[in-house]
C-alpha cells in the first residue's frame, strides 16, 4: 500500500532533550516536506526537500533540522525541543516533477513539550 | 493578513444540506488544493485544480482564476463528511488556510 509512516504518532517530552521523528515514504516520490499545524495557524511549512541531499528551508524552520540522505527517508530533528514546539507535526511527499501532483500526508505526530 | 483566507471558519449543517466552503487568496498560483482533515488528524487529498471545475462523487470543486476564489461543494452532506477542510495553494511553495470545521448532524 502507498504511504506515508511518521513515527512516533504521540511524543511527549522535556524542554532540551534530543528527539527525531522519522517520516518514510515507499512511493518513490522526490519531493518531501514538514508542516506544523497549530490552532488558527493552520499548516505551515518548516523544511521540504527536493530530492535526496537536497533541503531548503520553509516558512518556521528555526529550532528544527532535517536530512535527506536515502529518497525514502526524511527526518525531523529538534536538537533542543522548546515548549513553543508543542504542535501536530505532519510529512508530505510528492511526485517532485509537477507543480501540480498531490501531496500525501503521513498520519501526523503529535508532540508535547514540557 | 493570511495569503489564503477560508470561510466560514466553522460551519454546522443538518444530514442532506448543500454545503458550500470557500476560499480566496492573494497570490499567483500554479495550483489549488482542497484536503480533508480526519477528527483523527489524518489528511488527505480531495482535489487539485488549476482551471475550471472538478466532481468525486458529491464533492465539487470549482476556481475562478481571475477572481482568486476557489468553492468546495457538497451535496446530500452526511454525517461522515464532518471534517476540517483546508484549502492550499502553489505558488513557488505550498500555502495553507487556517481550515473550515464542518460538522455535519443527523
Known amino acids: 500500500e502507498a504511504q506515508v509512516t511518521q513515527n512516533p504518532r504521540y511524543l511527549i517530552t522535556v524542554t532540551g532533550k534530543k528527539l527525531t521523528v522519522t517520516c518514510s515514504q515507499n512511493m518513490n516520490h522526490e519531493y518531501m516536506s514538514w508542516y506544523r499545524q497549530d490552532p488558527g495557524l493552520g499548516l505551515r511549512q518548516i523544511y521540504y526537500s527536493m530530492n535526496v541531499e537536497v533541503t531548503d528551508k520553509g516558512d518556521v524552520p528555526e529550532g528544527y533540522k532535517v536530512s535527506r540522505k536515502e529518497k525514502r527517508n526524511f527526518p525531523l530533528i529538534l536538537e533542543s525541543p522548546s515548549p513553543n514546539q508543542t504542535s501536530l507535526y505532519f510529512c508530505a511527499s510528492k511526485v517532485g516533477s509537477s507543480y501540480n501532483s498531490p501531496l500525501h500526508f503521513g498520519n501526523g505526530t503529535r508532540l508535547t513539550v514540557t | 493578513k493570511n495569503e489564503v483566507e477560508q470561510s466560514p471558519q466553522n460551519l454546522t449543517a443538518q444530514e442532506g444540506e448543500f454545503i458550500t466552503i470557500n476560499c480566496s487568496y492573494s497570490v499567483g498560483i500554479s495550483a489549488l488544493h482542497w484536503l480533508q482533515q480526519h477528527p483523527g488528524g489524518g489528511i488527505v487529498s480531495l482535489f487539485m485544480?488549476?482551471?475550471g471545475k472538478k466532481k468525486h462523487g458529491r464533492l465539487i470543486a470549482t476556481i475562478n482564476i481571475q477572481e482568486k476564489h476557489s468553492s468546495l461543494h457538497i451535496t446530500a452532506s452526511h454525517p461522515r463528511d464532518s471534517a476540517v477542510y483546508i484549502c492550499?495553494?502553489?505558488?513557488?511553495?505550498?500555502?495553507f488556510g487556517a481550515g473550515t470545521r464542518l460538522t455535519v448532524k443527523p
Open positions: 485544480l488549476s482551471s
Open positions: 492550499a495553494v502553489r505558488s513557488g511553495d505550498m500555502r
